[in-house]
């Protein structure tokens, strides 16, 4: 949310500034997934002077998560702004993955025109066209700009003939079929005009940003109306809600009254905190005027949607609607054998906590019980979504068993359907063939190929748990050149039945710690998560069988010794290197009778009933059932 302590140099007449129509322009960048979107808004500083000439930086300052600087992805939406020629520019940041569009969908709701930045080389993707709907569902003008110029196999002028159809494609009205588009580099900090035109600095870009985005209605004599559309949590202030003024002006210690529309009742409120943007940081003011982006702290009862309003006009705007969940997940309580060894919070209620805070900052995310008590069941957007969730709970101390992710089943005009997604691959050409194949056993029909140098990109439309453990697998069958993305597409009626795992797994019958001898004497079985030294538990999988079933065995078995000794008989054992699945790789490999055991130090593959004998039983159970 822009917490970082940057402190630009601001002139006293952006503090003053006045509120009319032309002083204020508020826009949304949006881009497919490192197609240079946080590293345009980078130089776009630099050039309007956001950052002193001595100023150090870091790269990618709006990525200021430890998570989105290692995935190098925006995960949160951000707010920021930048003053250039009396002009104050609100930017927002926008997530480029589909898995965290509702974050997308919010935002576009303070915005008054969109920046679409579209890769020279790649063009249009999924996440392209995702966030390209929403903003035309928001009846927004696009601007183009295509990134990346510089490299040597760009095709500018292809690449604008896709992104015309791409307009056409989603019904896009003529005056947005009229959209400006300038060429040029975010790295670099140029635009022009025309590909290769000499520009040496984002000029053109500033000029159409000022030029084609319509500055706010002002109506400062109505009645206030501002809506959270993002919130934050600060230590100091509380909650925090970010959102626009749509009507009136918001004043620092106004009472006024919390509405939503779907709720009877409002609340009575006080503004104890306010600020705006300046630069990356948020700046006290004393009001904010219509047309701008707020930041208001200490109201905890802040929900997403809410309107703050006078109490003689209580008229909340509408509430936000955001795409439901494809995926759900189990969270529970890790009671493995190892449990409570690693991390700090590892309680039900700690989990919930947890939980319901995670849902209430993140709308795309739906939290429900389960019946056990120790059990929560966790709706999002896709496997990646869920994905960030349970990596920021290891690193905050959090010990999770999650298990696998399924999608969701929704009963549309009496039928019921599965969530479908439009996915497309970049790969080689001469590894086509496999993707095709693959993808086509998972219920995939692909819609289009077209050739990019070298390479192919495909697109399909595919049941959306046939993505699931897809990106893995591809990459093995293109050693590891392909590229994945997908977007939600529709809901469509069940697709058949899809190839699950064809491998069985290597469980540990027994608790310990792994010895050499043993792995070396079980290596043909397969293939081991596992080294030397690892502390184990009875139902824990240590690799992944050769065959089609499970398979338990002992990894801590010791070599026996004798009193006969004889020189050369003893040899070194030679043992493979362990496989070392991700997080995201786990949560697509575990099957329905398997968890994720996730710590702050480890990730370990279980079984959720660890005994042998009590899996065995249950399995003559379910077979004598069948029959």
């Given at each position: 949310?822009?917490?970082?302590?940057?402190?630009?140099?601001?002139?006293?007449?952006?503090?003053?500034?006045?509120?009319?129509?032309?002083?204020?322009?508020?826009?949304?960048?949006?881009a497919h997934v490192d197609h240079g979107k946080t590293t345009l808004v980078d130089s776009m500083f630099r050039h309007a002077g956001t950052f002193r000439s001595h100023q150090q930086v870091v790269e990618r300052a709006l990525d200021s998560e430890d998570q989105e600087r290692e995935r190098g992805i925006t995960i949160l939406a951000k707010n920021t702004s930048m003053v250039y020629?009396?002009?104050?520019?609100?930017?927002?940041?926008?997530?480029?993955?589909?898995?965290?569009?509702?974050?997308?969908?919010?935002?576009?709701?303070?915005?008054?025109?969109?920046?679409?930045?579209?890769?020279?080389?790649?063009?249009?993707?999924?996440?392209?066209?995702?966030?390209?709907?929403?903003?035309?569902?928001?009846?927004?003008?696009?601007?183009?700009?295509?990134?990346?110029?510089?490299?040597?196999?760009?095709?500018?002028?292809?690449?604008?003939?896709?992104?015309?159809?791409?307009?056409?494609?989603?019904?896009?009205?003529?005056?947005?079929?009229?959209?400006?588009?300038?060429?040029?580099?975010?790295?670099?900090?140029?635009?022009?005009?025309?590909?290769?035109?000499?520009?040496?600095?984002?000029?053109?870009?500033?000029?159409?940003?000022?030029?084609?985005?319509?500055?706010?209605?002002?109506?400062?004599?109505?009645?206030?109306?501002?809506?959270?559309?993002?919130?934050?949590?600060?230590?100091?202030?509380?909650?925090?809600?970010?959102?626009?003024?749509?009507?009136?002006?918001?004043?620092?210690?106004?009472?006024?009254?919390?509405?939503?529309?779907?709720?009877?009742?409002?609340?009575?409120?006080?503004?104890?905190?306010?600020?705006?943007?300046?630069?990356?940081?948020?700046?006290?003011?004393?009001?904010?005027?219509?047309?701008?982006?707020?930041?208001?702290?200490?109201?905890?009862?802040?929900?997403?949607?809410?309107?703050?309003?006078?109490?003689?006009?209580?008229?909340?705007?509408?509430?936000?609607?955001?795409?439901?969940?494809?995926?759900?997940?189990?969270?529970?309580?890790?009671?493995?054998?190892?449990?409570?060894?690693?991390?700090?919070?590892?309680?039900?209620?700690?989990?919930?906590?947890?939980?319901?805070?995670?849902?209430?900052?993140?709308?795309?995310?739906?939290?429900?019980?389960?019946?056990?008590?120790?059990?929560?069941?966790?709706?999002?957007?896709?496997?990646?979504?869920?994905?960030?969730?349970?990596?920021?709970?290891?690193?905050?101390?959090?010990?999770?068993?999650?298990?696998?992710?399924?999608?969701?089943?929704?009963?549309?005009?009496?039928?019921?359907?599965?969530?479908?997604?439009?996915?497309?691959?970049?790969?080689?050409?001469?590894?086509?063939?496999?993707?095709?194949?693959?993808?086509?056993?998972?219920?995939?029909?692909?819609?289009?190929?077209?050739?990019?140098?070298?390479?192919?990109?495909?697109?399909?439309?595919?049941?959306?748990?046939?993505?699931?453990?897809?990106?893995?697998?591809?990459?093995?069958?293109?050693?590891?050149?392909?590229?994945?993305?997908?977007?939600?597409?529709?809901?469509?009626?069940?697709?058949?039945?899809?190839?699950?795992?064809?491998?069985?797994?290597?469980?540990?019958?027994?608790?310990?710690?792994?010895?050499?001898?043993?792995?070396?004497?079980?290596?043909?079985?397969?293939?081991?998560?596992?080294?030397?030294?690892?502390?184990?538990?009875?139902?824990?999988?240590?690799?992944?069988?050769?065959?089609?079933?499970?398979?338990?065995?002992?990894?801590?078995?010791?070599?026996?010794?004798?009193?006969?000794?004889?020189?050369?008989?003893?040899?070194?054992?030679?043992?493979?290197?362990?496989?070392?699945?991700?997080?995201?790789?786990?949560?697509?490999?575990?099957?329905?009778?398997?968890?994720?055991?996730?710590?702050?130090?480890?990730?370990?593959?279980?079984?959720?009933?660890?005994?042998?004998?009590?899996?065995?039983?249950?399995?003559?159970?379910?077979?004598?059932?069948?029959?």
């Amino acid at each position: 949310m822009g917490t970082l302590t940057f402190h630009p140099p601001f002139s006293e007449k952006s503090y003053t500034m006045s509120s009319s129509t032309q002083s204020i322009r508020n826009v949304a960048i949006v881009a497919h997934v490192d197609h240079g979107k946080t590293t345009l808004v980078d130089s776009m500083f630099r050039h309007a002077g956001t950052f002193r000439s001595h100023q150090q930086v870091v790269e990618r300052a709006l990525d200021s998560e430890d998570q989105e600087r290692e995935r190098g992805i925006t995960i949160l939406a951000k707010n920021t702004s930048m003053v250039y020629r009396d002009v104050r520019i609100n930017v927002v940041d926008t997530p480029g993955h589909a898995d965290f569009g509702g974050q997308v969908e919010r935002t576009l709701s303070m915005a008054d025109g969109v920046l679409l930045l579209v890769d020279a080389f790649e063009g249009p993707m999924p996440q392209t066209r995702f966030v390209l709907r929403k903003a035309f569902e928001h009846g927004l003008k696009a601007l183009v700009m295509i990134n990346k110029i510089d490299r040597q196999d760009c095709r500018p002028e292809e690449v604008l003939d896709e992104v015309f159809d791409l307009f056409v494609e989603l019904g896009a009205t003529g005056d947005q079929l009229d959209f400006p588009v300038v060429y040029g580099s975010g790295r670099d900090g140029y635009a022009g005009d025309e590909p290769g035109d000499g520009s040496k600095d984002l000029e053109p870009l500033f000029r159409m940003l000022l030029d084609h985005i319509p500055p706010p209605e002002i109506n400062l004599e109505n009645p206030l109306r501002f809506q959270a559309v993002t919130l934050d949590h600060d230590d100091f202030l509380g909650r925090i809600a970010v959102g626009r003024v749509t009507e009136g002006v918001l004043k620092l210690g106004s009472r006024l009254f919390l509405c939503h529309p779907l709720r009877d009742r409002s609340f009575p409120v006080t503004v104890k905190s306010l600020f705006r943007y300046e630069g990356l940081v948020r700046t006290p003011t004393n009001e904010v005027s219509c047309g701008d982006i707020a930041v208001v702290g200490g109201i905890e009862e802040f929900q997403i949607g809410d309107t703050l309003c006078p109490e003689d006009h209580q008229n909340p705007l509408p509430a936000i609607k955001i795409d439901e969940p494809t995926i759900s997940m189990i969270f529970r309580v890790n009671d493995s054998p190892l449990s409570g060894k690693d991390g700090k919070y590892v309680t039900s209620r700690h989990l919930l906590e947890r939980l319901r805070r995670a849902s209430t900052r993140d709308v795309a995310l739906t939290l429900d019980e389960t019946g056990a008590k120790d059990a929560y069941e966790v709706k999002g957007r896709g496997v990646l979504h869920l994905g960030v969730l349970i990596e920021k709970m290891r690193r905050e101390g959090f010990e999770v068993a999650v298990g696998k992710p399924r999608v969701i089943i929704k009963n549309v005009d009496g039928k019921w359907c599965e969530p479908y997604e439009r996915a497309t691959v970049e790969c080689p050409t001469e590894h086509s063939g496999r993707v095709i194949e693959y993808l086509g056993r998972r219920r995939g029909r692909m819609t289009q190929m077209e050739p990019l140098g070298a390479s192919s990109k495909l697109e399909f439309e595919i049941p959306a748990r046939g993505l699931i453990g897809a990106r893995t697998a591809l990459l093995t069958l293109t050693q590891g050149e392909a590229i994945l993305s997908h977007v939600f597409d529709s809901w469509q009626k069940d697709g058949g039945r899809i190839p699950r795992r064809n491998t069985g797994v290597l469980v540990a019958d027994r608790g310990g710690s792994t010895v050499p001898y043993a792995l070396f004497i079980l290596a043909d079985r397969g293939k081991f998560f596992v080294g030397p030294g690892v502390e184990v538990y009875e139902g824990m999988i240590v690799g992944e069988n050769g065959k089609d079933e499970d398979l338990a065995l002992n990894v801590c078995r010791t070599k026996k010794l004798t009193n006969l000794r004889a020189s050369g008989r003893d040899e070194n054992v030679s043992i493979a290197p362990p496989v070392v699945m991700g997080l995201e790789e786990a949560l697509e490999y575990i099957e329905d009778d398997e968890l994720l055991e996730v710590t702050p130090s480890h990730l370990r593959i279980r079984k959720i009933i660890l005994s042998d004998k009590d899996r065995r039983r249950t399995q003559r159970s379910k077979d004598k059932v069948a029959t």
